[in-house]
């Protein structure tokens, strides 16, 4: 079974169509963050996301933390899901599931060390999806997402195990990579940025020779 692939850091409508042209099952547009590449206005999500085919998945990614919050963040944008790249409070997923039924959420785990997994598995009990990504948002300056690192993939691989939602890999893949982050992990899904990027612009001949490497 291939992979899904979320291509993400999507800036145009443009980069959306080339993104789904080669095969992406989602595409990822990043709102307002502390740090890393590809933010864009509200105003422009909302004018991507109407241009998207279904059953495209649009992700919405907000390091808003509070419900209220996010849930506004949604409904500026209509996205067909939340991905969440910062930890919530307690009830915070419930909030938005009343707000927004029809709305999937994401929630993006960095995986760090040993705790990240028990960080996983709790989210996983209340989310659609889990999203393993490279970041540290114990930094002064939080890093959430974009960094092109790859973390430990045994990590990932224990929480793949035992999850019991889906989970996508990301942080540093690319086409030499990704045949082994498949059989080391075997994730849902895959999800990439930078890789798929020559100076900052979606490159059509690096999306080509990732989905031909993923086994597309």
């Known amino acids: 079974m291939l992979p899904k692939v979320k291509i993400c850091c999507i800036s145009s409508i443009e980069e959306a169509r080339l993104a789904v042209q080669y095969g992406a099952s989602a595409l990822g547009l990043v709102g307002h963050m502390?740090?890393?590449?590809?933010?864009l206005t509200d105003e422009l999500i909302a004018q991507i996301v109407?241009?998207?085919p279904p059953p495209i998945a649009t992700f919405l990614l907000t390091s808003e933390t509070t419900a209220v919050d996010i849930i506004a963040h949604q409904r500026r944008v209509h996205t067909?899901?939340?991905?969440?790249?910062?930890?919530?409070?307690?009830?915070?997923?419930?909030?938005?599931?009343?707000s927004l039924p029809a709305v999937k959420i994401v929630q993006v785990i960095h995986v760090i060390d040993e705790s990240s997994v028990e960080e996983a598995l709790m989210?996983?009990?209340e989310v659609d999806a889990l999203l393993l990504d490279s970041g540290n948002p114990k930094l002064a300056i939080k890093e959430l997402g974009g960094t092109g690192r790859i973390h430990n993939w045994s990590l990932s691989r224990q929480i793949v195990e035992q999850s019991a939602v889906p989970v996508f890999l990301a942080g540093g893949l690319r086409a030499e990579?990704?045949?082994e982050?498949?059989?080391?992990?075997q994730p849902f899904g895959l999800d990439l940025c930078s890789s798929v990027r020559?100076?900052?612009?979606?490159?059509?001949?690096k999306l080509k020779a990732f989905f031909r490497a993923a086994g597309f």
Do not use: M
């Open 80 to 98: 067909n899901t939340i991905q969440l790249v910062d930890a919530v409070s307690e009830g915070t997923y419930q909030l938005i599931r009343q």
């Open 181 to 185: 982050a498949l059989d080391t992990v």
């Open 177 to 179: 990579n990704v045949r």
């Open 50 to 52: 109407p241009t998207v």
């Open 123 to 125: 989210a996983a009990q």
């Open 34 to 39: 502390p740090s890393g590449p590809g933010v």
């Open 198 to 205: 020559t100076d900052g612009k979606l490159d059509e001949a």
